[in-house]
């Protein structure tokens, strides 16, 4: 990754002149953003909706139907031989890669059963998943996405967002194309997400994301889904070791079986 190449470089370089870090924005270059330079900025969080305490997914309510991603070329006859195959093995279709791996965006946002902590911070909040442990890092100071050239993709990408009074807009893109859109479903790299994240009107206790995903080259038109989740203030999340009792063998072609 270029940007940390160059971020190490100029570390090395400061610290062989003597230099001191900036301990505020203000004595800082342009690009030093308040998430890394947090001092001074704190008071402005009091603003922010309530969002304490863990999120915990609600699932949809029974005969619920949710729009489904409207696949299309590759991505849909793949799909289609996918579901062939769970059909023809009752289900048993070979993992690919480890279920140590976690999903990624967007499928973390739809884990059920481990919940979800925001941390506000000055320029960032950062969510913190129970799920694999977890981190994802929405910088709200401003910053623009990366050129294309200067980051790597990742399981979260790269999300930037900022507040409209109690919503957090999110709009994240350079997400790994190994990261499922859906089971049995992938994504291209072009995939690009927005999400609108609120308390329910009425209800501060029901948190809202409402997603929009789009893919000009996997989807044929935007995939418009949402979750809600309900709020425990006197709960904290569990530590979540995936390997300690990882059961699931991966074998030269990748795929997990059971032991």
């Known amino acids: 990754m270029q940007s940390r190449y160059w971020l190490a470089v100029a570390f090395v370089s400061i610290g062989c002149a003597g230099a001191a870090w900036p301990d505020s924005a203000a004595d800082s270059s342009e690009h030093a953003y308040p998430a890394a330079f947090p001092k001074g900025h704190y008071a402005a969080l009091n603003a922010l909706p309530d969002w304490g305490g863990i999120w915990t997914l609600n699932f949809p309510a029974r005969g619920a139907k949710r729009e489904q991603p409207a696949l299309k070329g590759k991505y849909l006859t793949d799909y289609q031989s996918w579901v062939r195959e769970v059909k023809a093995t009752h289900g048993n279709v070979p993992h690919q890669g480890s279920y140590c791996r976690p999903p990624g965006m967007p499928g973390i946002m739809g884990v059920g ?7 506000f911070t000055p320029g960032r909040v950062t969510m913190h998943f ?12 401003g910053r623009k996405h990366p050129d294309a050239d200067d980051f790597d993709p990742t399981f979260y990408g790269d999300s930037i967002g900022h507040w ?96």
């Open 113 to 119: 059963q481990y919940p979800i902590e925001f941390l």
């Open 130 to 141: 129970e799920a694999w442990m977890q981190w994802r890092n929405i910088f709200t100071d």
């Open 164 to 259: 409209e009074g109690g919503t957090l807009v999110v709009d994240t893109i350079g997400v790994k194309t190994i990261t499922p859109l859906g089971m049995g479903m992938a994504h291209s790299a072009q995939m690009h997400i927005i999400e609108r994240i609120h308390l329910a009107n009425g209800d501060p206790n029901t948190l809202l994301d409402e997603m929009t995903v789009e893919d000009p080259v996997a989807l044929e038109q935007p995939w418009h889904t949402s979750f809600t989740y309900h709020r425990s203030r006197d709960m904290n999340l569990l530590e979540f070791i995936c390997e300690e009792n990882n059961r699931n063998p991966v074998n030269q072609q990748g795929q997990t079986g059971f032991e």
